[in-house]
């Protein structure tokens, strides 16, 4: 009886190792089929350009706008050092097209003297046309009216011409101060002298 156990169960083991041994060539390629299945390769497209936000201490950030000019909306930021592929620059090259993932399009616009441009040289783009503002400026005619002030024209005065001028003729009714030709005060002074000759003649006469 021990003997017959023994047997069976040394048969068990047999076909069980049997059967081990051709199930398990079977399964481990299924699995390696199916691990291949599931994991694909990854491969990266190269980057021909690219620019770099530069290091510059009173710049941590720049705006990334949706055209060309300060004139389009900012859509964006990116930081210093941040690198960004590059698709394409403007005529004047002010302008630099990036790659910006998460808006319309994944593209925006930054200003090239804040940036360091790398790889092949950048091709020419078309730029957006530049955008309409929302609200167009108007002025109301009767508003504005009311804050013209019209000045009542003033006439001149009327020319009258001045008097004519007259220029007075003086004449000289001063007392002739000389006799002939000789003056008045040779002859006083004459007649002085005279007197005092008089005088010292008669003095001495009295002596």
Known sequence: ????????????LFGIFL??????PVQAETIALQATELAPTVTGTPVASWITVRNDEDTPQINVRSGPGTEFDGIGVLLKNQTVPALGRTS???WILV?????????????APL???GGKELQIVVPPSTPTPLVTATIDPTLA???????????????TAPPELVIPTFVDNSPTTSVG?????????????????????TLTQNR
């Open 145 to 159: 009216a009311q804050f013209i002030i019209t000045s009542a024209p003033t006439r001149l005065p009327t020319f």
């Open 115 to 117: 940036v360091n441009i």
């Open 181 to 201: 030709s000789i003056p008045m005060g040779l002859i006083i002074v004459g007649l002085a002298v005279l007197g005092g000759i008089l005088g010292l003649i």
């Open 92 to 94: 004047g090259g002010d």
């Open 1 to 12: 009886m021990k003997q017959r156990i023994f047997l069976i169960l040394t048969f068990l």
């Open 99 to 111: 790659e910006y993932l998460g808006v319309p399009g994944n593209q925006g616009w930054v200003y």
């Open 19 to 24: 059967g081990s041994l051709f199930h398990s």
